[in-house]
């Protein structure tokens, strides 16, 4: 098993969903090495809301986003809360002159990755590179 603290993000729950998606294949391979490690993943309910919506809204797929939802219903998966501290952590890193890919969303990532000491962030946006934490495709090389 290993220590290190991995965070999801919703992209990268689209990726192991969607077929389709650019990164699926890659996604799948993380997910299974991430289960092979038993690694501690933490899924923050921001990150499921935000993948469902995006699921239900870009590919129009409503009942593939409940079974999103309901899925991490399962006791034995780590889906963590936003405090309020968490929260106002986050609107330290948006800048809305940025690309208009970094999010607030991204952001609240980044504050609770910091606060549960996250080795890894679980995307593929660049975002988090700059931030200065790891991602999928250094898993992928390791």
Do not use: W
């Not at 923050?44 to 935000?50: G, H, I």
């Amino acid at each position: 098993m290993t220590n290190q603290i991995y965070i999801c993000d919703a992209d990268f729950l689209i990726s192991q969903i969607m077929e389709n998606d650019l990164n699926h294949v890659s996604a799948l391979k993380i997910t299974q090495k991430l289960i092979s490690n038993e690694a501690k993943v933490l899924f923050p309910v921001s990150a499921l809301v935000e993948a469902a919506t995006a699921i239900q809204r870009r590919y129009s797929n409503p009942h593939l986003a409940n079974d999103l939802l309901q899925q991490y219903k399962d006791p034995d998966l780590l889906v963590i809360g936003v405090s309020q501290e968490e929260f106002m952590d986050s609107t330290n890193y948006f800048d809305p002159k940025a690309s208009r890919h970094n999010t607030p969303f991204d952001c609240l990532i980044v504050a609770l990755a910091r606060q549960h000491k996250a080795d890894y962030i679980l995307s593929f946006d660049t975002f988090y590179q700059n931030k200065g934490f790891k991602t999928p495709k250094d898993l992928l090389q390791a």
